[in-house]
Structure formats: structure tokens, C-alpha cells
């Protein structure tokens, strides 16, 4: 007999199927046997009954484990009373590997201790679903990007450059010299543009953020789109556009989970209505001291000012412009103003905060060199990238999505340590 799925048992009903499982939880009594059941796929109840099955095969289902695994052949009945809409009855139970003294007892637990048994927490529902999301969110990311002709480049991780900072870089000995670990792809990303036109780059990166916030990891994951002969304005095009196709495919494919997490999905609906709102960094300021915030121009925004912004406007958001002193040194220019920078950051609502920044990049050789100087830069680390602007410099734009403060978002997560299977943290590094 096949092993079928959980998530499959819908094309059975009536009919027996033999299914493998581990016991999540289960009560009854001396006749009648609820085991609450997951195989990675979903969530399920079976039910045992002494009188069906036998002294024997009773007795061993009242004696399961907590996680015990088992194969259950039984018959799928559509149960409408549960979330999941079926149940089985059981007329036959193996056990396959036996459990003893399961950590994470169905009782409520603290958050370190969840994240101490990450390895185990990562079975329970509510990783299970974020997680599941999480997934569609990466294979939506690979469709959007080749169906809008991007070709996929790997950044390395091992750089000898600081892009983004000097003060958040992870170093490690690399032989006789230092290496970093990469805080960004988009410089490479910037190469591949000019060698393939259009380009993402999506790895794992690194900034060693004292930030102990709901919003910070110390390893997370990247989307950096780069695209040759495009300007600014086109770029916010690409970006509204990816994050409706990123929202569309977890509502098309994932409304199970989104049940599990008890996420709003008419909400999540509504942030796929485009275009979202362009507003400009001196705008959002002027918005912000008429409503009581205590803000002067040329600061970065926090997490209030952030929170504000974004439920201001109950959209996703773009804050424009920013001061050049804040942002990094390859950002463009504005023509006609010397304090502020061709970028733009998208603001998440519902207090979730940035979730892309991005911007044009200068083009001028010149500029760029004095601005790698100013910042403190090592000129040669720098100089393979200014080549760049030395042979057919082009006006190009890119952006980076935090892929963890998207799930995060999506998901209606409270801490971005959810979104993310072993997160990374100032003071997390097992498991
Ligand atoms: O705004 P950032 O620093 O931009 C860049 O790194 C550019 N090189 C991107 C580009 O233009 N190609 O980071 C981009 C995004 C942020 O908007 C945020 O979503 C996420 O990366 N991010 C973090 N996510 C989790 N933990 C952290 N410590 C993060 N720092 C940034
Ligand atoms: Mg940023």
C-alpha cells in the first residue's frame, strides 16, 4: 500500500489509505482514541476505536508518545467540525520510531526555550506554516524575476569590501589576510547588470547589528534585482509590482497556513492595489512634526516614526530621497539638490518597517572615488567596482528586499527570529 499525504487525503474519502504520522497530541478514553496527527504536509485527526480495532491495537494507541512516528492505515471521512475538514478512522497502527519524554509538552512555552529546541519547535504549527510561506515567497521570487527577464547571479559571500558600513561587518581569517562576510551582493550584482542588462542575486548576508529588535538578524537573507538602463521611477514599478506578485502567490497557495497563523487575508489583499503611495523624505518629516513626533531633517527614521508612516497611509509605502549623510555612498545624485540621494525605501504597515531599500546608482567614476575616500573606504578594495563607471558607465537602478522582513510581514508574525528556520541573532547561534 502507498504512503499518501496528509495534504492529499481530500481525493480519498471513503476510501482506505495508509498514512505515516507523528503523534502531536491526543486524549480519549478507555473505548475511543482522538490522536491528533502531522506529517509535515498538514494537520489531522484519527480516530481509534477499541471496538473496530481490537484490544491490541487499542492498547498501543492509548499507550503512544508524544512525536511517537507511526504508519496508520485507516478510512478518510470528511469531518466539517475541524479546521483540516477530514479525519480518519484507524483500523490498523505500527509504530516506526518511538519518542520518550518529547521537550515541548503542548503546555505554553517561553520564547528561549522554543528557540533552544528550534531543531524540535520547527514541527509545531506555527513554524510550520510561516515557514511554508516562507517557501512560496522564495519560488514566487524566481518566477517573478525570469518571467520579467532577470537573470539570477551569485553574489559571493567571502568579500573584501564593507558596502553598506564599516561598523556591522562580521570579519574572519581568510589565509594570511582578512575576509568579510558579505553584507550585500549588489556591488556584484552591479557588474552582472552591465554584463546581462537585468540581474537578481538572492543569498544569505551578514551584519553584525548590536540591534537586539524585532526586526534585526545578524544572518538574513537577500533579493538584490539590478537592472542596467533604468531609472529610478521604473524601478519603484518593479518593486510595487514583485511585492503584489509575492503577496498574490501566498494567498493563492497558502491559504491553509494563513488559517493556521489566523493572518487577515483581505488585508493582505488589499496591499496587492497598486500603485503604493511615493512620498518624499522631506515630505515625511513635515508629516511627522505635525503630528508630534520629535523629528528634525537628516535623521533616520525608527521604529515609531516607521510604524506611523506606513499605517498613515495603510499601504505599503515609498519614503523618497533621503539625505545623502545617511545613506551609502553609491547612491545617486539628485540633480538639483546637493543634500539628498536618488534612493527610496519601502515601509511595510501594520509597525512591520522597512522592507526594501534601494535607490539609482551614481554613474560619475569621479564621484564615486571621492565618495569611497570620504567614507573611509579602502580604494583598492573599490577599484574593481569603479571600473564599472570606466567602460560604458549607464544609468542603472537596484533594490534589496529582506526576505525575513517580508515573510515576517506577510505572515503577521510578531519577531522576525519566526521567519527564518534557524535564526541569527546577537545572542543566538545554536541551534
Ligand atoms: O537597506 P539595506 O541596507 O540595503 C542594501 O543592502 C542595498 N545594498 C540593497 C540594494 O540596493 N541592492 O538592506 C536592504 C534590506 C532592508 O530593507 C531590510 O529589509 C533588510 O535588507 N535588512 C535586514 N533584515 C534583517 N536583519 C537585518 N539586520 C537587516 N538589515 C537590512
Ligand atoms: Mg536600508
Given at each position: 500500500?502507498?504512503?499518501?499525504r496528509?495534504e492529499d487525503?481530500?481525493?480519498?474519502?471513503?476510501?482506505?489509505?495508509?498514512?505515516?504520522?507523528?503523534l502531536?497530541?491526543?486524549?480519549?478514553?478507555?473505548?475511543?482514541?482522538?490522536?491528533q496527527l502531522?506529517?509535515?504536509?498538514?494537520?489531522?485527526?484519527?480516530?481509534?476505536?477499541?471496538?473496530?480495532?481490537?484490544?491490541?491495537?487499542?492498547?498501543?494507541a492509548?499507550?503512544?508518545?508524544?512525536?511517537?512516528?507511526?504508519?496508520?492505515?485507516?478510512t478518510?471521512?470528511e469531518?466539517?467540525?475541524?479546521?483540516?475538514?477530514?479525519?480518519?478512522?484507524?483500523?490498523?497502527?505500527?509504530?516506526?520510531?518511538?519518542?520518550?519524554?518529547?521537550?515541548?509538552?503542548?503546555?505554553?512555552?517561553?520564547t528561549?526555550?522554543?528557540?533552544?529546541?528550534?531543531?524540535?519547535?520547527?514541527?509545531?504549527i506555527?513554524?510550520?506554516?510561516?515557514?511554508?510561506?516562507?517557501?512560496?515567497?522564495?519560488a514566487?521570487?524566481?518566477?517573478?524575476?525570469?518571467?520579467?527577464?532577470?537573470?539570477?547571479i551569485?553574489?559571493?559571500?567571502?568579500?573584501?569590501?564593507?558596502?553598506?558600513?564599516?561598523?556591522?561587518?562580521?570579519?574572519?581569517?581568510?589565509?594570511e589576510?582578512?575576509?568579510?562576510l558579505?553584507?550585500?551582493?549588489?556591488?556584484?550584482?552591479?557588474?552582472?547588470a552591465?554584463?546581462?542588462?537585468?540581474?537578481f542575486?538572492f543569498?544569505?548576508?551578514?551584519?553584525a547589528e548590536?540591534?537586539?529588535?524585532?526586526?534585526?538578524?545578524?544572518?538574513?537573507?537577500?533579493?538584490?534585482?539590478?537592472?542596467?538602463?533604468?531609472d529610478?521611477?521604473?524601478s519603484?514599478?518593479?518593486?510595487?509590482?514583485y511585492i503584489?506578485?509575492?503577496?498574490?502567490?501566498?494567498?493563492?497557495r497558502?491559504?491553509?497556513?494563513?488559517?493556521?497563523?489566523g493572518?487577515d487575508?483581505?488585508?493582505?489583499?488589499?496591499?496587492?492595489?497598486?500603485?503604493?503611495?511615493r512620498?518624499?523624505?522631506?515630505?515625511?518629516?513635515?508629516?511627522?512634526?505635525?503630528?508630534?513626533?520629535?523629528?528634525?531633517?537628516?535623521?533616520?527614521?525608527?521604529?515609531?516614526?516607521e510604524?506611523?508612516?506606513?499605517?498613515?497611509?495603510?499601504?505599503?509605502?515609498f519614503?523618497?530621497?533621503?539625505?545623502?549623510?545617511?545613506?551609502?555612498?553609491y547612491?545617486?545624485?539628485?540633480?538639483?539638490?546637493?543634500?539628498?540621494?536618488?534612493?527610496?525605501?519601502?515601509?511595510?504597515?501594520e509597525?512591520y518597517?522597512?522592507?526594501?531599500?534601494?535607490?539609482?546608482?551614481d554613474?560619475?567614476?569621479?564621484?564615486l572615488?571621492?565618495r569611497?575616500?570620504?567614507?573611509?573606504?579602502?580604494?583598492?578594495?573599490?577599484?574593481w567596482?569603479?571600473?564599472l563607471?570606466?567602460?560604458?558607465?549607464?544609468?542603472?537602478?537596484?533594490?534589496?528586499?529582506?526576505?525575513?522582513?517580508a515573510v515576517?510581514?506577510?505572515?503577521?508574525?510578531?519577531?522576525?527570529?519566526e521567519?527564518?528556520?534557524?535564526?541569527r541573532?546577537?545572542?543566538?547561534?545554536?541551534?
Open positions: 500500500m502507498d504512503t499518501i496528509l487525503v481530500k481525493n480519498y474519502v471513503g476510501q482506505e489509505v495508509r498514512i505515516g504520522a507523528w502531536r497530541n491526543k486524549r480519549g478514553s478507555g473505548k475511543l482514541q482522538f490522536l502531522r506529517d509535515g504536509t498538514a494537520f489531522m485527526q484519527a480516530v481509534v476505536v477499541k471496538a473496530e480495532v481490537g484490544d491490541e491495537i487499542f492498547a498501543k492509548k499507550e503512544l508518545k508524544q512525536e511517537t512516528s507511526m504508519y496508520l492505515v485507516g478518510i471521512k469531518d466539517t467540525r475541524s479546521d483540516f475538514g477530514y479525519e480518519m478512522d484507524v483500523n490498523d497502527l505500527v509504530v516506526v520510531g518511538a519518542s520518550e519524554g518529547y521537550p515541548i509538552t503542548p503546555k505554553e512555552h517561553g528561549d526555550f522554543l528557540m533552544d529546541h528550534r531543531h524540535l519547535y520547527l514541527r509545531h506555527q513554524p510550520f506554516a510561516v515557514l511554508r510561506i516562507r517557501n512560496t515567497m522564495i514566487a521570487t524566481y518566477e517573478f524575476f525570469n518571467k520579467e527577464g532577470f537573470i539570477k551569485d553574489a559571493p559571500f567571502l568579500t573584501g569590501s564593507a558596502p553598506e558600513g564599516t561598523t556591522e561587518l562580521f570579519s574572519t581569517e581568510y589565509f589576510t582578512e575576509a568579510y558579505s553584507q550585500t551582493g549588489q556591488l556584484y550584482a552591479e557588474a552582472g552591465m554584463a546581462f542588462g537585468k540581474v542575486t543569498g544569505p548576508t551578514f551584519r548590536k540591534s537586539k529588535t524585532r526586526r534585526h538578524l545578524t544572518e538574513f537573507w537577500m533579493i538584490e534585482p539590478e537592472m542596467a538602463w533604468m529610478q521611477a521604473a519603484l514599478e518593479v518593486q510595487e509590482r503584489a506578485y509575492l503577496i498574490n502567490a501566498v494567498l493563492e497558502n491559504s491553509y497556513e494563513l488559517d493556521l497563523l493572518r487575508k483581505e488585508l493582505l489583499a488589499s496591499y496587492t492595489k497598486l500603485p503604493y503611495p512620498v518624499s523624505y522631506d515630505e515625511a518629516i513635515k508629516l511627522l512634526q505635525e503630528n508630534n513626533f520629535d523629528v528634525e531633517w537628516g535623521v533616520d527614521f525608527g521604529s515609531p516614526e510604524t506611523f508612516l506606513a499605517n498613515h497611509f495603510a499601504s505599503p509605502v519614503i523618497t530621497n533621503f539625505p545623502k549623510e545617511i545613506k551609502a555612498f547612491m545617486k545624485r539628485h540633480p538639483t539638490r546637493d543634500d539628498v540621494v536618488i534612493s527610496a525605501d519601502l515601509l511595510a504597515p509597525g518597517g522597512e522592507i526594501i531599500g534601494g535607490s539609482e546608482r554613474t560619475d567614476y569621479e564621484y572615488a571621492e569611497v575616500k570620504a567614507e573611509g573606504l579602502d580604494m583598492d578594495e573599490y577599484a567596482y569603479l571600473d563607471r570606466k567602460y560604458g558607465s549607464v544609468p542603472h537602478s537596484g533594490f534589496g528586499l529582506g526576505l525575513e522582513r515576517t510581514w506577510i505572515t503577521g508574525e510578531e519577531h522576525i527570529r521567519a527564518i528556520p534557524f535564526p541573532t546577537m545572542t543566538r547561534l545554536r541551534p
